[in-house]
């Protein structure tokens, strides 16, 4: 689900916590370097300056699988993927693959008319509603018996339903509320001093012996969410995605899928789509792009990790959960399309058509494709509770070319690992930067966001980073470098993500690492056998 996946909403009260310690480093942090600058970024400048320095690279096609990416925006515009063999605007397949006019990627969520699906419903109301459908109000015993197992699992979603239903219908006007009282607080305090924009100073200095009683309660009221480190847009993107949940993500009545005019149930590959890659809402997307290639050699903007790529933009996740159908044929269309790696940063609890993005998966991996997945922001370890998609098939072995990444945070121990970041001794592969990222977002801004959602991209960029500079590696031997080079901390204690719990930082992935550019070049020029 692409807005948890930004980890805003993790408990109706996160937001009101979770920004209360000012951030203490710098914006670009996950490029930074332990030793030279006290934070635990992945060494990306110091590999730049001190190893590839002088050094040619080759581009590198990296397929971001998502909600839309603003192509227009300042610091992607000049790094995206363009289909050379594709006439733009005409019309027609010009390449023959199945797409027209795909010229920077592909929308799975668009319709022919050029609508595009923004909101879901998630697997379990879809999942739901068909048990509803099949069973019917009062199923027969002999149906019953004949399918226990869905019966059962019926059963199950019906409870996990009404917990999530009930729990956005608790929380939507408790953040209404609260919208309405920042909105009204701003409104008095700018009245009050005759100014468009309110500072933090500008509010402090306001005399309340010389004001009435509703500036002074506003005053209150604002120095109160500054305290706690909460922004109106954070108050108003909380009341917005709960408002979301009840119209649209957990409606048994909603049907997205006529905007598509497909049938959901067959794959159908290069039947369905448009070309128009940005979607409704590019938020999510374009700030993972920038992670990974945001433009290194223009004065605006921010530093992706890589620095020769070209950014294919494949549209899969809605505000809500994708479909497996989507993540399948975003795969393949990635893979057919020349993507040597594709980030993919999203995820739900249930996959009814797994086989499907298993077969996709074997299939990227059969053309030398890497796979760079983000683990989920659920603080759950994924060894038990399943994050979909995942690197096991359905019989039971794993996919080589797969990378689960989980999200560290910039803070010391014992805060080291995010707060809402899964993990797991064998679905985790490695951690790498998640919070406070800052990055690109629609109309050539720049905002923060935290998530695995961030981790996934950081990890994909280093991976591009090698690709590019060593374009002889394979994806394999890309995912080798990264796990073994990754920085080991044995005497790491962290807490465990969702509690206070403390554990070996060790015993949350595979690895134990931490994924580090500078190691990872390192190892890369040793095993490749150059200076």
Known sequence: MKKILFAFFLSPFFLLQSNAQELKTKPNWQNLDFEKDGVRGMSVERAYQELLKGRTSKTVVVAVIDGGTDVNHEDLKD????NSKEIAGNGKDDDKNGFVDDINGWDFLGGKDGQDVNHEQVEITRMLKRFKDKFGTEPSKKLIRKN??????????????????????QYAPFYAQLYKNYTESETILKNFLKVETLTKENISGIDENNADRSVRAAKRTLEKFIEL????NDIKEAVE????????????????????????????????????????DGMHGSHVAGIIGANRNNTSGILGVADDVKLMIVRAVPDGDERDKDVANAIRYAADNGAQIINMSFGKPYSPEKKWVDDAVKYAQSKGVLLVAAAGNDNLDIDVD???????????????????????SWKSAPDAVAEFS??????VDVFA??????????????EEKSGTSMAAPATTGVAALLKSYFPE?????????????SVKVPDFRVYKPGGKEIVKFEDLSVTGGIVNAYNAVKMAKEMMKVE
């Open 241 to 280: 995605h709960y408002e979301s949940e009840l119209k649209y993500n957990y409606n048994l009545d909603f049907n997205a899928r006529t905007v598509v005019g497909d049938n959901p149930d067959k794959l159908q590959y290069g039947e369905y789509g448009n070309n128009e890659v940005t979607g409704p």
């Open 422 to 427: 899964n993990y797991g001794k064998k679905g």
């Open 386 to 408: 399943v994050h979909y998609p995942t690197a096991t098939y359905e019989n039971g072995q794993k996919a080589e070319n797969w990378i689960s990444v989980g999200a560290l």
């Open 148 to 169: 226990q197992a869905e019966y059962d699992l019926m059963g199950k979603l019906q409870k996990e339903y009404e917990e999530k239903k009930a729990e956005a219908e």
């Open 79 to 82: 790094k995206l993927w363009v």
């Open 433 to 446: 930067p998640g919070v406070d990222i800052y990055s690109t977002v629609p109309g050539s801004k720049y």
């Open 473 to 485: 590696l394979t994806a394999a031997q890309i995912k080798k470098i990264i796990l073994e080079s």
């Open 229 to 232: 480190g909460a922004s109106g």
